[in-house]
């Protein structure tokens, strides 16, 4: 069993930046990958970035390519979103999420475990 633990989001105005945090149970990494989505209303949960099997690659959504940063700390265990030039369209509930194996890392349905979420609000 993974347990995940996101934190760090808030309300920040258009062009801030913000850090998310997902906290994971011990030796997730050796066996998962991690990855973040988020949900805005009334709109289906949709890929923000995720590490390859591996970990040796990460993969990053057009809409946030150049602006997230997605990174790890193997000592502690967590995962880390940095979002910087946030727009109002980055407004969602931000989660993170674990996935056994290779393959489909932008596919929510391919990932079994998710944290509770963190609301990130971006005003203009």
């Known amino acids: 069993q993974v347990q995940l633990v996101e934190s760090g989001g808030g309300l920040v105005q258009a062009g801030g930046s913000l850090r998310l945090s997902c906290a994971t149970s011990?030796?997730?990494?050796?066996?998962?990958?991690v990855g973040w989505f988020r949900q805005a209303p009334g709109k289906e949960r949709a890929f923000v970035a995720a590490?390859?099997?591996?970990?040796?690659?990460?993969y990053y959504a057009d809409s946030v390519k150049g602006r997230f940063t997605i990174s790890r700390d193997n000592a502690k265990n967590t995962v880390y979103l940095q979002m910087n030039n946030l727009r109002p369209e980055d407004t969602a509930v931000y989660y993170c999420?674990?996935?056994?194996?290779?393959?489909?890392?932008?596919?929510?349905?391919?990932?079994?475990?998710w944290g509770q979420g963190t609301q990130v609000t971006v005003s203009s």
């Open positions: 999420a674990a996935r056994e194996g290779p393959g489909s890392h932008n596919y929510p349905t391919r990932y079994a475990y």
């Open positions: 011990g030796r997730t990494f050796s066996r998962y990958a």
């Open positions: 590490f390859s099997w591996s970990g040796g690659s990460t």
